[in-house]
């Protein structure tokens, strides 16, 4: 089945533990990417890559970093979290092109005390 | 920049009806739109991409069409179900690179 995983599901940390959430595609996607979603404002894209080894910054990168050693896969690295990280986070994923659809992961709901 | 506007923010209807949900956006300049649907705590569900060329999509009982020049989409819903109950996102591709910019979301409760 194609899907997009994201693992954990359900997150509670403390401030300034590192954390990682993984994310994977079975679908040979060349692009993937990380949101967030916060009540009242809706989805924001953190990180973007639109293949192995070339990311970019999408419109709330401050405070996490991303890596995509290999194709399928797309951790999102938290180093410091804070309280202010505390959201909804969905990872996506698209064969290639902006005229595509993307592909959504289950969600990671992460709280940082 | 661009901006996504859906209007209504929460929409309730009696089982049966049919429904037009609205999406506006500012910077006409897209590559293509696509309709989302999210039920809570769960990810989002792909439901309809019209790419910038085209005027509109069906699938089932969903009518989404586009309109560039004024920046407007719709996604019509008829005879609308219970389990229709979620909420609806509208998404634009900008240009190149850019991600997708996502309104705010419509939630629809649809009453048995």
């Known amino acids: 089945e194609a899907q997009v995983t994201q693992n954990p599901r359900y997150l509670i940390t403390v401030t300034g533990k590192k954390l990682t959430v993984t994310c994977s595609q079975n679908?040979?996607?060349?692009?993937m990417s990380w949101y967030r979603q916060d009540p009242g404002l809706g989805l924001r894209q953190i990180y973007y890559?639109?293949?192995?080894?070339?990311?970019d910054k999408g419109d709330v990168p401050e405070g996490y970093k991303v890596s995509r050693k290999e194709k399928r896969n797309f951790p999102l690295i938290l180093e410091s979290p804070s309280p202010n990280q505390t959201s909804l986070y969905f990872c996506?994923?698209?064969?290639?092109?902006?005229?595509?659809?993307?592909?959504f992961g289950p969600g990671t709901r992460l709280t940082v005390l | 920049k661009q901006e996504v506007t859906q209007i209504p923010a929460a929409l309730s209807v009696p089982e049966g009806e049919n429904l037009v949900l609205n999406c506006s956006f500012t910077?006409?300049?897209?590559?293509?739109l696509q309709w989302f649907r999210q039920d809570p705590g769960k990810g989002l569900t792909s439901l309809l991409l019209?790419?910038?060329?085209?005027r509109e999509q069906t699938s089932g009982r969903l009518n989404a069409s586009l309109d560039k020049s004024s920046g407007r989409s719709t996604l019509y819903i008829a005879a609308s179900q219970p389990g229709d109950s979620a909420t609806y996102l509208c998404?634009?591709?900008?240009?190149?690179?850019?991600?997708?910019?996502f309104g705010k979301g419509t939630r629809l409760s649809v009453i048995a």
């Open positions: 910077d006409s300049a897209i590559y293509n």
């Open positions: 998404a634009v591709s900008h240009s190149g690179n850019t991600p997708l910019v």
């Open positions: 019209i790419q910038s060329s085209q």
């Open positions: 996506a994923s698209m064969m290639g092109t902006f005229t595509d659809t993307q592909y």
């Open positions: 890559s639109m293949n192995v080894e070339v990311t």
């Open positions: 679908m040979n996607h060349e692009y």
